[in-house]
T-cell receptor, first 116, second 111 residues
Framework: DTEVTQTPKHLVMGMTNKKSLKCEQHMGHRAMYWYKQKAKKPPELMFVYSYEKLSINESVPSRFSPECPNSSLLNLHLHALQPEDSALYLC???????????????FGDGTRLSIL | EDQVTQSPEALRLQEGESSSLNCSYT??????LFWYRQDPGKGPEFLFTLYSAGEEKEKERLKATLTKKESFLHITAPKPEDSATYLCAVLVMEYGNKLVFGAGTILRVKS
């Protein structure tokens, strides 16, 4: 079992809906990540939070809005998504993202998102 | 230009038939190289971290090695449960300490 928990496991939504993806870790990690993964492709980085502050936004469309309420939780708010946004959304965490940090990231099992 | 290249794209083995997966990289300033296993519909599962050339790590039937230009994941006497996609990723300072993934190798082990 993974130590990064994502909910829901599956989500189907229309293009006008608003929904949120949730991620939780209790490993004391201070860096958290959102990735998008399309079928048969590697994960693509979307956002990075370091010590609860957004440190990287990979030019993601504004219809995706991340939030980090505290050091254990990470949310991804979704609004007015497009069919091409259908994918597996993965959350990951690592001990920290300090300049010389090289610790591995640990992933959750993702949320399978389908946009109708 | 690909920074991380994995080969082969797909590999079919018979149970017990040992082989190796390759991950070559052209980045400079490598901070770490990571191997992950991913099962269908699941997130990547961390396997190994390698930090410097000559380093080796082992876990059950898997052994990862690192040179200055590539890493190998050796699978000894594989079993059907080893079937998965194996992802290699490098951590590079010039990319803001971000992970750069290879495209993965799909491994199928038949009994």
């Amino acid at each position: 079992d993974t130590e990064v928990t994502q909910t829901p496991k599956h989500l189907v939504m229309g293009m006008t809906n608003k929904k949120s993806l949730k991620c939780e870790q209790h490993m004391g990690h201070r860096a958290m990540y959102w990735y998008k993964q399309k079928a048969k492709k590697p994960p693509e980085l979307m956002f990075v939070y370091s010590y609860e502050k957004l440190s990287i936004n990979e030019s993601v469309p504004s219809r995706f809005s991340p939030e980090c309420p505290n050091s254990s939780l990470l949310n991804l708010h979704l609004h007015a998504l497009q069919p091409e946004d259908s994918a597996l959304y993965l959350c990951a965490s690592s001990p920290n993202r300090d300049t010389y940090s090289n610790q591995p990231q640990h992933f959750g099992d993702g949320t399978r998102l389908s946009i109708l | 230009e690909d920074q991380v290249t994995q080969s082969p794209e797909a590999l079919r083995l018979q149970e017990g038939e040992s082989s190796s997966l390759n991950c070559s990289y052209t980045v400079s300033g490598l901070r770490g190289l990571f191997w992950y296993r991913q099962d269908p519909g699941k997130g990547p599962e961390f396997l190994f971290t390698l930090y410097s050339a000559g380093e080796e790590k082992e876990k059950e039937r898997l052994k990862a090695t690192l040179t200055k230009k590539e890493s190998f994941l050796h699978i000894t006497a594989p079993k059907p449960e080893d079937s998965a996609t194996y992802l290699c990723a490098v951590l590079v300072m010039e990319y803001g300490n971000k992970l750069v993934f290879g495209a993965g190798t799909i491994l199928r082990v038949k009994s």
